[in-house]
């Protein structure tokens, strides 16, 4: 029963997201959700490389090799127009949160940023700073976090995928020369035309196996259960870098995450150390 609540709050949350919404879009890592592709009419032929610049689309990752010993802990970095009015009105005071930064650099935990452009362009010096630090990577979340297919838990869709790819891996260029190729959808939502749009700017979606449920969590406890109670050998967590409520609780969760998984004989790594692209 308690689930079944959650979900719903999520979702009432969620909706009416454009301008009037108590709080800022989510994702549907944050309801425990995992979009997967629509469905094909089968009459509908597969896109050719031709089509996708060349290059073949292909399904998002969910995991690395099972039989590994890393994990990658991937962190959201998510703005949104709605988010930066938010900011602009005061009813936010920050959607970065540098404590969470700073445990992951105390713990000495490899990260994978995948990151908005609204939000590397926020948080400017923050966006930096990661970049400069070699336990982290940056990759590509959208520019705006606009949905690349809906419906998709209340985000609005965007009308130029290729667009908001090429506006973000152009600053991403800038800050983090040489980033990983990684792409990871706007609400984990995406069809046929979407993984195309991808492949033709050269991204690999990403996509995760364990959600770590801390945008709508309402203690740190409930973070790191439902983490814990996921990640194994290969896997990809997903959790959030905004500072805002409600996803304020990951830096206090941190740690025993953390723990956990090292007691497991597993070992945080970057997605690139995990899917062996570096």
């Keep these: ?43 509908a032929p597969e896109p050719s490389p031709e089509a996708s610049g060349g290059r073949r689309p292909r399904d998002p990752i969910h995991h690395g090799p099972r039989g590994s010993d890393m994990v990658a802990l991937t962190f959201d970095a998510d703005m949104t127009a709605y988010m930066e009015g938010q900011l602009d009105r005061g009813e936010v005071d ?17 990260a994978t940023i995948f990151m908005t452009g609204l939000w590397a362009k926020r948080y400017p010096r923050v966006a930096a700073g990661l970049a400069a630090d070699p336990l982290f990577e940056l990759a590509d979340h959208s520019y ?19 667009g908001s790819l ?18 990871r959808f706007p609400g984990g939502c995406f069809d046929k035309a979407a993984l195309k749009a991808v492949a033709a700017e050269g991204l690999t979606p990403i996509q995760w196996d364990v959600v770590g449920g801390d945008a ?15 990640v194994r050998g290969g896997s990809i967590v ?4 905004g500072g ?28 690139s150390t995990l899917l062996g692209h570096r």
């Design 1 to 43: 029963m308690l689930w079944r609540q959650s979900l719903l709050l999520s979702v009432l949350l969620i909706s009416g997201c454009a301008g009037h919404a108590p709080v800022a879009p989510r994702t549907a890592a944050d309801v425990g959700a995992e979009p997967r592709p629509a469905a094909a009419a089968p009459s």
């Design 94 to 110: 920050s959607y970065a949160n540098p404590r969470l930064i700073a445990e992951l650099r105390r713990l000495k935990v490899p």
């Design 144 to 162: 705006d976090h606009e949905a690349f297919t809906t419906p998709c838990y209340g985000l609005g869709r965007t009308d130029d995928m290729r």
């Design 166 to 183: 090429r506006r973000t891996e152009v600053l991403l260029d800038r800050i983090a020369p040489g980033h990983p190729k990684f792409f």
């Design 216 to 230: 709508f969590a309402t203690s740190k406890d409930a973070i790191v259960r439902q983490t814990l109670g996921g």
């Design 238 to 241: 997903v959790l959030h870098l």
């Design 244 to 271: 805002g409520k409600p996803s304020g609780l990951t830096d206090d969760a941190l740690p025993a995450i953390v723990k956990g998984i090292r007691e497991r004989g597993l070992r945080p790594v970057t997605l």
